[in-house]
Nanobody, 124 residues
């Protein structure tokens, strides 16, 4: 099992910055990909950014150049630095982990793991 706990959400004005943090805990050897999704009211959940264990990153087009994802496997954390925030970035942000290996000899788990979500509100 992997538990994900997010922190760092809040209310910020347009143009401001926030940093989201996600801490992974539980019994596992490694996580292949960690990322951030968001869901605004009445909209589907969408991938904001993710990062693999070898450092490859992927970003939603609308956040490129404004958001930066990073991970620290020793600390079991993934961060999302958000800058130049816009009202359309307002959503609940969820941490995601996939490709979990419970031991060094195990195959990757097919499950997606999710945090409970943290609200980000950008006022105009």
């Amino acid at each position: 099992q992997v538990q994900l706990v997010e922190s760092g959400g809040g209310l910020v004005q347009t143009g401001g910055s926030l940093r989201l943090s996600c801490l992974a805990s539980g019994s596992f050897f490694s996580i292949n990909a960690m990322g951030w999704y968001r869901q605004a009211p009445g909209k589907q959940r969408e991938l904001v950014a993710d990062i693999t264990s070898n450092g490859n990153t992927n970003y939603l087009d609308s956040v490129k150049g404004r958001f930066t994802i990073s991970r620290n496997d020793a600390k079991k954390t993934v961060l999302l630095q958000m800058s130049s925030l816009k009202p359309e970035d307002t959503a609940v942000y969820y941490c995601n982990a996939r490709g979990v290996r419970r031991t060094s000899w195990a195959t990757r788990d097919s499950r997606d793991y999710w945090g409970q979500g943290t609200q980000v509100t950008v006022s105009s």
